[in-house]
């Protein structure tokens, strides 16, 4: 499981912005496709998550609390599963994120056992 999914706190949102970002963006370009795209406070302490065109680098923005932070993670084969959207965005949730950070389809993963239901 990915660090950055499992050390966020319980009640943070993760967004993806659909459609490509230009990965050259650093800190204020992607705050800036926050606050016009997305509609959203870059400094909320929500997750905004951001893929390139080529599918094989995705970009993390989040502030902490103390500071904005800005995580990169580039698949060396594969490609991050995105939405077909070319605008607005997506909510995931933590288990989703992880997924997606290791290239794993968050949209349809697969359970090993039927689910158990009690009545």
Same mark, same amino acid.
């Given at each position: 499981? @990915?660090?950055?999914?499992? @050390?966020?706190? +319980? ?11 230009? #990965? !050259? ?5 992607? @705050? ?7 509609? +959203?406070?870059?400094?909320? %302490? ?7 065109? !080529?599918? $094989? ?6 502030? $902490? ?11 060396? !084969? %594969? ?9 607005? +965005? ?7 994120? +992880? ?5 794993? $389809?968050? &949209?349809?993963?697969? &359970?090993?056992? $039927?689910?158990? #239901?009690? #009545?």
């Amino acid at each position: 499981m @990915s660090v950055a999914a499992t @050390s966020l706190p +319980s009640n943070t949102r993760i967004w993806l912005a659909a459609g490509t970002t230009d #990965m !050259r963006k650093g800190f204020t370009g992607l @705050s800036a496709v926050v606050q016009h795209a997305l509609a +959203s406070n870059p400094l909320c %302490g929500h997750v905004f998550v951001f893929r390139g065109r !080529r599918g $094989d680098l995705l970009k993390l923005l989040w502030w $902490d609390g103390t500071g904005l932070c800005l995580l990169a993670k580039r698949l060396e !084969r %594969g490609r991050f599963i995105w939405p077909q959207a070319q605008g607005g +965005s997506v909510c995931l949730s933590t288990a989703q994120l +992880s997924m997606l950070l290791e290239g794993i $389809d968050w &949209r349809h993963p697969l &359970r090993t056992a $039927d689910v158990l #239901m009690e #009545m």
